[in-house]
């Protein structure tokens, strides 16, 4: 029978302890972190397609602070997109989605799933129902793109740790240049693409600030032409007219 030495026993335990740790805060994280986003595009889109949220704040507004026409449309004008309330959590998705592809990688399609009718949703609300408050020439786009680089900072020291603790040396070492470049590359874009947003460019500065759309045409395309009141007029208006051509038909 062969002797097990503490030494043996202390390897055992602390590999067991290893796969331990491993499945507590890598497994339950990540099942945790599938859900949100899973949540985030079931529930988060489904109410920003139906709108059931502004819908409420409206009818609450109209019964109890509305007094004239002006506040009720006012109270009825959805606003901008809400850039500083939906970034942040768009860019907490991308975080988690690419840190736990490596630890688990059915997040991925969790995360293209989101991005995907994300697009789909936020391009369809941003061009029929948002009123953009102000024109901002690009000037976010350097903000998003540093956010996004810092992600893929982040996702490859979680990959260069995770495969370290895993013991793949050769990953690793193929690995190592993966954050270097990443700093290159966001160094090559402040350089070369970051002046062209903080300044405005001549020609567009140039041009004529676009019109605000008319609210009172946007309020009307969302009445059911049965509602309409103007159609009811033009109807009224016409058969007024046609009365009038007979009335002189037979005089």
Not at 181 to 191: D, E, M, N
Not at 195 to 223: N, Q, Y
Request: aromatic share 16%.
């Amino acid at each position: 029978m062969k002797r097990v030495s503490y030494a043996d026993l202390f390897a055992f335990s602390d590999s067991i302890y290893f796969d331990l740790v491993i499945i507590i805060l890598f497994g339950m994280h990540f099942l945790t972190s599938k859900y949100f986003v899973a949540l985030r595009f079931f529930v988060g889109y489904g109410l920003e397609l139906s709108r059931v949220v502004p819908l409420i704040i409206f009818h609450i507004k109209k019964k109890y602070l509305c007094k004239t026409e002006a506040e009720l449309k006012q109270a009825w004008f959805p606003g901008d997109l809400g850039y500083a309330t939906r970034i942040p959590g768009d860019m907490l998705v991308i975080t988690i989605a690419l840190c736990y592809s490596v630890i688990a990688p059915l997040i991925i399609p969790f995360g293209v799933v989101y991005f995907g009718l994300g697009w789909l949703v936020l391009r369809n609300q941003a061009l029929k129902v948002y009123v953009p408050s102000f024109e901002s020439y690009g000037k976010m786009w350097p903000h998003i793109n540093s956010r996004v680089i810092a992600a893929l900072i982040l996702f490859q020291f979680t990959m260069l740790g995770y495969f370290g603790l895993k013991k793949f040396s050769s990953c690793t070492l193929f690995l190592l240049p993966l954050p270097i470049l990443s700093l290159l590359f966001a160094y090559v874009c402040k350089k070369k693409f970051y002046r062209s947003f903080s300044d405005t460019a001549l020609e567009v500065a140039s041009r004529e600030l676009e019109e605000i759309p008319e609210m009172e045409t946007v309020f009307r395309s969302f009445i059911p032409p049965s509602l309409s009141s103007e159609k009811a007029d033009d109807d009224s208006s016409g058969d007024a007219l046609s009365q009038v051509s007979r009335i002189r038909s037979f005089v």
